[in-house]
């Protein structure tokens, strides 16, 4: 005990005695003795007659509250039945009767399992006499299931022959006088005649009955034996706390890692995902350190995983952070997140260097439109992929619901303030209830933001309670829409309040695609759930006529909306098709926001990996956008500083700004892209690729470009790529066959990350905060896009003004520009220059913490186009099987 509490100052082993009754005599001796160690001791006293369900759910709090570490069950033998012995946690079985506990000490594992305290102070005693009795026998009389096979394992182990009989055996008394030592136990008051016994046996009388004020703690006394069997108990407690103590430290990985075998031709996303069998996530968690309670199935194959864990390992160093961005893509996609899993494939499954994967959830937009899902692809993704694209566990639809909620209660507010006096709004408000009317606590915060402080209702003067009661929203300047998370061009404008019961209410509002909500943008920059509660309190929804902004406090509704997210704010554990671990969480939009997975998952993943772990991590759009808005949002929220960017270039998109022609999603490729042309893709090169690289530059970290290599790539463009690469400033630049080979085609890169991560890294933001927001959103358009200078619209100017005057000048910036292109022109190509910004509007997310000016015209609700993916997609509903998602 001196041990752990030198070790764990903080710690207070606590043992909980769960009896039938309220006689305290047990709980006396067990104190006594705790008290000598300072031991913790509590009572659960349950009804005398108590039934077998009122003792499992007791069981089931002790079971999962981490102040107990140990569970003695002071009951009747008829109530300690299998299913509540089944119950009790092995963890906290420091009396030993559980079937997993007796099953470790037969097999002789004393290290997970408990010594019975009973039998501890019964091997005590006999060892006392060990000289004596070693090779020798001991009769054991009246002992009966476990206790009896425990002690005579235990007995037998330590060199002496066992023998046992009943009270009621005629050959009683020749066993006791052939015996060297005898162990009286359940016995009540019988006991054995001295006459009978040898003059030199040891007879040990295990009565636990004592006068609670019995100071006589001897072990020549009859009562000395309690005491005895009371201190071995506290030692298992001891021990478990101990135990519990090591298991909450940083364990080693043991991922046992998935066989893949490539096939050629590469067969379709959803085959190659359908073939692999994946690890049960449980299995998964545990070989990564993660323990049973820090995780929640979401079926076989996902898990939420609990934010404790970065309580428990928060002493632990963090390991290695990487950034996978692009240069400018194509509109079919470079291959970002393939990329991002292939690495860490390469990593864990074949440098055996721990690492995890952190990847946006997949919108149901894309996947049914004309992207397809986001599970990566051939050889490299995250397993099942069905189940990845679609629902997962549910966070984007707990997303909808919270911002449609927000939205509805902006709507009712209105009607309700322009149809009720000041008087009726503050009654129905502030309701009086069972003859009390009281605020609520956000009615209260609502009060201190005013200046009102007071907290009787009968106290507001009628101006104080007008000034309450009435948000006084400007129609005209409500920013909040509704979301669905399909793509709908239907409902990009439309009008609501038409029935007769909205009472004339009509306006004009719209609907945006769900991961565009700026809740969406909270879950992935909070870093607990206190800071998503008070980022959704900030959200501003609208302006009210006097132009003051209404938040989701002043509606009343950011404790519902914490309570809708209080699931979504766990990151989802999945697994590559290697095995290797990946978290799945948040996937915000990339144009109005930053387009970055959670700073949660980073975090837990950070500390799982260890010191010399790695974590991959995504960044939406090519460099200029995602991985710059990854650095100045997400960095300055996280406080997290990555070591390494991966830059993620394919021949396609090189040939394109090198002077190819357009491509666009569903046409056939232009011959210049499917044919060797090094004039095109060296001036891809020198253009743009040079240019992301350059971005990368600006914040002090170190570049490795990685080739996603095609088919159609030639060997001479492969090389031509790797060299130009390095010549501008790359620390590496390698090929990468994950798509075909999975980890194993990536090894390359995976050795190059390795290096560039141990040079040192001088990251540094791109502006000060504090600067004021044109010369922020200046600094950008000037560093990073390469413009001369930028142009507000009079828009534009107005509600930078009205930013600063509300205290919102401080906020990063978040760029929504056309991603297709540096300038913000998606036709001009390469790396452009001599060109003005225009800034033709500027938005905030002030929960989320940025301010987003508009470049050109943003579209948050995509369209279906002639021929969507749905057409392909079906299920066999005979074996349930989905086909032709990619």
Same mark, same amino acid.
């Given at each position: 005990?001196?041990?752990?509490?030198?070790?764990?100052?903080?710690?207070?082993?606590?043992?909980?005695?769960?009896?039938?009754?309220?006689?305290?005599?047990?709980?006396?001796?067990?104190?006594?003795?705790?008290?000598?160690?300072?031991?913790?001791?509590?009572?659960?006293?349950?009804?005398?007659?108590?039934?077998?369900?009122?003792?499992?759910?007791?069981?089931?709090?002790?079971?999962?509250?981490?102040?107990?570490?140990?569970?003695?069950?002071?009951?009747?033998?008829?109530?300690?039945?299998?299913?509540?012995?089944?119950?009790?946690?092995?963890?906290?079985?420091?009396?030993?009767?559980?079937?997993?506990?007796?099953?470790?000490?037969?097999?002789?594992?004393?290290?997970?399992?408990?010594v019975p305290p009973v039998v501890g102070a019964v091997l005590d005693l006999l060892?006392?006499?060990?000289?004596?009795?070693?090779?020798?026998?001991?009769?054991?009389?009246?002992?009966?299931?476990?206790?009896?096979?425990?002690?005579?394992?235990?007995?037998?182990?330590?060199?002496?022959?066992?023998?046992?009989?009943?009270?009621?055996?005629?050959?009683?008394?020749?066993?006791?006088?052939?015996?060297?030592?005898?162990?009286?136990?359940?016995?009540?008051?019988?006991?054995?005649?001295?006459?009978?016994?040898?003059?030199?046996?040891?007879?040990?009388?295990?009565?636990?009955?004592?006068?609670?004020?019995?100071?006589?703690?001897?072990? /020549?006394?009859?009562? #000395?034996?309690?005491?005895?069997?009371? =201190?071995?108990?506290?030692?298992?407690?001891?021990?478990?706390?101990?135990?519990?103590?090591?298991?909450?430290?940083?364990?080693?990985?043991?991922?046992?890692?998935?066989?893949?075998?490539?096939?050629?031709?590469?067969?379709?996303?959803?085959?190659?995902?359908?073939?692999?069998?994946?690890?049960?996530?449980?299995?998964?968690?545990?070989?990564?350190?993660?323990?049973?309670?820090?995780?929640?199935?979401?079926?076989?194959?996902?898990?939420?995983?609990?934010?404790?864990?970065?309580?428990?390992?928060?002493?632990?160093?963090?390991?290695?952070?990487?950034?996978?961005?692009?240069?400018?893509?194509?509109?079919?996609?470079?291959?970002?997140?393939?990329?991002?899993?292939?690495?860490?494939?390469?990593?864990? =499954?074949?440098?055996?260097?721990?690492?995890?994967?952190?990847?946006?959830?997949?919108?149901?937009?894309?996947?049914?439109?004309?992207?397809?899902?986001?599970?990566?692809?051939?050889?490299?993704?995250?397993?099942?992929?069905?189940?990845?694209?679609?629902?997962?566990?549910?966070?984007?639809?707990?997303?909808?619901?919270?911002?449609?909620?927000?939205?509805?209660?902006?709507?009712?507010?209105?009607?309700?303030?322009?149809t009720q006096s000041d008087k009726a709004l503050f009654s129905r408000l502030v309701?009086?209830?069972?003859?009390?009317?009281?605020?609520?606590?956000?009615?209260?915060?609502?009060?201190?933001?005013?200046?009102?402080?007071?907290?009787?209702?009968?106290?507001?003067?009628?101006?104080?309670?007008?000034?309450?009661?009435?948000?006084?929203?400007?129609?005209?300047?409500?920013?909040?829409?509704?979301?669905?998370?399909?793509?709908?061009?239907?409902?990009?404008?439309?009008?609501?309040?038409?029935?007769?019961?909205?009472?004339?209410?009509?306006?004009?509002?719209?609907?945006?695609?769900?991961?565009?909500?700026?809740?969406?943008?909270?879950?992935?920059?909070?870093? /607990?759930?206190?800071?998503?509660?008070?980022?959704?309190?900030?959200?501003?929804?609208?302006?009210?006529?006097?132009?003051?902004?209404?938040?989701?406090?002043?509606?009343?509704?950011?404790?519902?909306?914490?309570?809708?997210?209080?699931?979504?704010?766990?990151?989802?554990?999945?697994?590559?098709?290697?095995?290797?671990?990946?978290?799945?969480?948040?996937?915000?939009?990339?144009?109005?926001?930053?387009?970055?997975?959670?700073?949660?998952?980073?975090?837990?993943?950070?500390?799982?990996?260890?010191?010399?772990?790695?974590?991959?991590?995504?960044?939406?759009?090519?460099?200029?956008? #995602?991985? &710059?808005?990854?650095?100045?949002?997400?960095?300055?929220?996280?406080?997290?500083?990555?070591?390494?960017?991966?830059?993620?270039?394919?021949?396609?998109?090189?040939?394109?700004?090198?002077? #190819?022609?357009?491509?666009?999603?569903?046409?056939?490729?232009?011959?210049?892209?499917?044919?060797?042309?090094?004039?095109?893709?060296?001036?891809?090169?020198?253009?743009?690729?040079?240019?992301?690289?350059?971005?990368?530059?600006?914040?002090?970290?170190?570049?490795?470009?990685?080739?996603?290599?095609?088919?159609?790539?030639?060997?001479?463009?492969?090389?031509?790529?790797?060299?130009?690469?390095?010549?501008?400033?790359?620390?590496?630049?390698?090929?990468?066959?994950?798509?075909?080979?999975?980890?194993?085609?990536?090894?390359?890169?995976?050795?190059?990350?390795?290096?560039?991560?141990?040079?040192?890294?001088?990251?540094?933001?791109?502006?000060?905060?504090?600067?004021?927001?044109?010369?922020?959103?200046?600094?950008?358009?000037?560093?990073?896009?390469?413009?001369?200078?930028? &142009?507000?619209?009079?828009?534009?100017?107005?509600?930078?003004?009205?930013?600063?005057?509300?205290?919102?000048?401080?906020?990063?910036?978040?760029?929504?520009?056309?991603?297709?292109?540096?300038?913000?022109?998606?036709?001009?190509?390469?790396?452009?220059?001599?060109?003005?910004?225009?800034?033709?509007?500027?938005?905030?997310?002030?929960?989320?913490?940025?301010?987003?000016?508009?470049?050109?015209?943003?579209?948050?609700?995509?369209?279906?186009?002639?021929?969507?993916?749905?057409?392909?997609?079906?299920?066999?509903?005979?074996?349930?099987?989905?086909?032709?998602l990619f």
């Amino acid at each position: 005990m001196e041990t752990l509490l030198r070790r764990n100052p903080e710690i207070q082993p606590l043992l909980a005695i769960l009896q039938s009754g309220e006689d305290d005599s047990i709980l006396e001796i067990n104190k006594k003795i705790a008290g000598k160690i300072g031991l913790n001791v509590t009572q659960i006293c349950l009804a005398k007659e108590c039934h077998e369900d009122d003792i499992v759910a007791e069981l089931l709090k002790l079971n999962s509250d981490p102040k107990v570490h140990g569970i003695y069950l002071h009951l009747p033998p008829a109530s300690l039945t299998s299913r509540v012995l089944n119950t009790l946690s092995p963890e906290k079985d420091v009396d030993g009767l559980t079937d997993v506990n007796l099953g470790c000490l037969v097999r002789g594992d004393l290290s997970k399992s408990f010594v019975p305290p009973v039998v501890g102070a019964v091997l005590d005693l006999l060892g006392k006499h060990d000289a004596l009795l070693k090779d020798k026998s001991v009769l054991l009389v009246g002992v009966e299931g476990s206790l009896r096979l425990t002690l005579q394992c235990l007995i037998e182990r330590s060199g002496m022959a066992v023998d046992t009989s009943r009270w009621n055996s005629k050959s009683l008394q020749k066993q006791v006088m052939q015996s060297d030592a005898v162990v009286l136990l359940g016995a009540g008051n019988m006991d054995v005649p001295p006459t009978w016994a040898r003059p030199d046996a040891v007879i040990i009388r295990c009565e636990s009955i004592l006068e609670p004020d019995d100071d006589d703690v001897g072990l /020549s006394s009859r009562s #000395g034996f309690g005491y005895l069997t009371a =201190a071995y108990r506290s030692q298992n407690v001891v021990h478990s706390c101990s135990r519990w103590l090591q298991k909450q430290q940083y364990r080693p990985w043991r991922l046992r890692n998935l066989k893949l075998q490539p096939l050629t031709p590469v067969p379709s996303d959803i085959q190659i995902s359908r073939a692999q069998t994946p690890k049960p996530v449980d299995q998964l968690a545990e070989e990564i350190g993660l323990l049973p309670e820090e995780l929640e199935a979401y079926g076989r194959n996902k898990a939420k995983v609990q934010l404790s864990v970065l309580g428990r390992l928060h002493s632990q160093p963090d390991g290695k952070y990487v950034l996978v961005a692009g240069i400018t893509p194509t509109p079919l996609g470079e291959g970002k997140s393939t990329v991002t899993i292939g690495l860490v494939q390469a990593m864990s =499954a074949h440098l055996k260097l721990n690492s995890f994967a952190c990847l946006r959830q997949p919108s149901q937009g894309p996947t049914f439109g004309v992207k397809g899902g986001a599970a990566g692809g051939g050889y490299a993704q995250v397993i099942p992929m069905e189940e990845f694209n679609l629902h997962l566990t549910g966070d984007i639809h707990a997303i909808t619901a919270a911002n449609n909620l927000v939205a509805a209660a902006i709507d009712a507010r209105m009607l309700h303030e322009a149809t009720q006096s000041d008087k009726a709004l503050f009654s129905r408000l502030v309701p009086t209830v069972n003859g009390v009317r009281k605020f609520s606590p956000i009615q209260i915060s609502r009060l201190n933001r005013l200046g009102i402080n007071k907290s009787d209702p009968a106290s507001l003067t009628p101006q104080e309670v007008s000034t309450f009661v009435r948000l006084d929203l400007d129609p005209c300047k409500i920013t909040w829409q509704r979301v669905v998370d399909t793509n709908d061009r239907f409902l990009r404008k439309i009008t609501v309040g038409q029935a007769s019961t909205e009472k004339g209410q009509i306006r004009e509002t719209g609907f945006d695609i769900a991961v565009a909500s700026e809740i969406m943008a909270i879950l992935a920059l909070s870093d /607990s759930l206190q800071d998503m509660k008070s980022r959704l309190a900030r959200m501003v929804v609208g302006t009210s006529r006097s132009g003051e902004p209404v938040t989701a406090e002043d509606l009343g509704v950011s404790g519902a909306l914490v309570v809708l997210m209080k699931d979504a704010i766990k990151p989802t554990l999945m697994q590559t098709l290697e095995g290797t671990p990946v978290f799945v969480h948040a996937g915000p939009f990339a144009n109005i926001a930053h387009g970055n997975s959670s700073v949660l998952a980073d975090k837990l993943a950070l500390k799982l990996v260890g010191r010399d772990g790695f974590v991959v991590t995504e960044a939406g759009f090519g460099a200029d956008i #995602g991985m &710059e808005k990854f650095f100045n949002i997400k960095c300055r929220a996280s406080g997290l500083r990555p070591d390494v960017v991966v830059l993620v270039a394919t021949v396609r998109a090189l040939k394109m700004h090198g002077g #190819g022609p357009n491509v666009s999603a569903g046409a056939p490729l232009p011959k210049e892209y499917i044919d060797e042309n090094l004039s095109l893709v060296a001036g891809g090169c020198r253009s743009n690729l040079k240019k992301q690289i350059q971005i990368a530059h600006l914040f002090g970290v170190p570049v490795v470009v990685a080739l996603n290599v095609f088919k159609t790539d030639t060997q001479a463009e492969i090389d031509l790529v790797c060299q130009i690469a390095k010549e501008c400033g790359a620390s590496d630049a390698v090929p990468c066959h994950h798509w075909s080979q999975g980890g194993r085609g990536c090894l390359e890169l995976a050795q190059a990350v390795e290096e560039a991560a141990n040079r040192p890294s001088n990251f540094q933001f791109l502006y000060n905060i504090e600067m004021p927001v044109v010369e922020k959103i200046r600094t950008i358009a000037q560093r990073v896009y390469g413009a001369d200078d930028i &142009e507000l619209s009079p828009e534009a100017e107005s509600k930078i003004d009205y930013y600063n005057q509300q205290g919102y000048g401080s906020l990063p910036i978040c760029m929504a520009k056309t991603h297709l292109s540096l300038s913000h022109v998606p036709d001009k190509k390469g790396a452009p220059t001599g060109f003005v910004l225009p800034i033709r509007d500027v938005r905030a997310s002030i929960g989320a913490g940025f301010i987003y000016p508009l470049v050109g015209t943003m579209s948050t609700m995509p369209g279906l186009p002639t021929r969507p993916c749905f057409y392909d997609i079906d299920l066999d509903p005979d074996t349930e099987e989905i086909t032709g998602l990619f």
